[in-house]
């Protein structure tokens, strides 16, 4: 397969195409894990505390369960997604390809977008206001994760309603 030059200059755009793949599918792991750990420890944790319901505890153990289920989804997706490469025999313009239309997707963009900046903002509160402890590096990362879902339903709610 013969390249063209506007092919060469574009490919010039993505460097390593299997590292932006790879990324990609990390944080969507992310986003998995921590949507479906709060989808199922929410409940089972306000149930379980249900004769004491105290809102910051059950929060910093779901964003525990949350950190827990978010190195999983990582893990799992990455691993998914070599075997996949792997299984399909995916060549290098495969790969440069998938990234490229991966890097330009405006929904993936988006979506991406969202949990990023309520995951900034969430992480910031739970720093402040303390999952488990106030001023600790992991309150921040219990609140990032678990804005993650909501940012993503916010995604999803005002994308339809713009069509």
Known sequence: METSESDAEQ?????????????????KGIQLGSTVTLITALPYQLY??????????????????????????VVLSVGLMHSKLYKENYNEYRIWDRAYRLRHSAGQNRADQFSFNSSMVAG???????????????????????????????????????K
């Open 124 to 162: 910031t509160a739970a720093f402040f206001i303390g999952l488990p402890k106030k001023y600790h590096p992991i309150s921040f990362g219990k609140g990032g994760l678990l804005s993650i879902p909501p940012a993503l339903l916010a995604h999803i709610i005002t994308t339809s309603t713009k």
């Open 48 to 73: 379980k505390s249900r004769k004491n319901l105290s809102l910051i505890p059950i929060l910093s153990r779901v964003g525990k369960t949350s950190i827990y289920g978010s190195f999983v989804g």
């Open 11 to 27: 490919r010039v755009l993505i460097p390593k195409p299997l590292n932006e793949l790879t990324l990609h599918c990390a944080i």
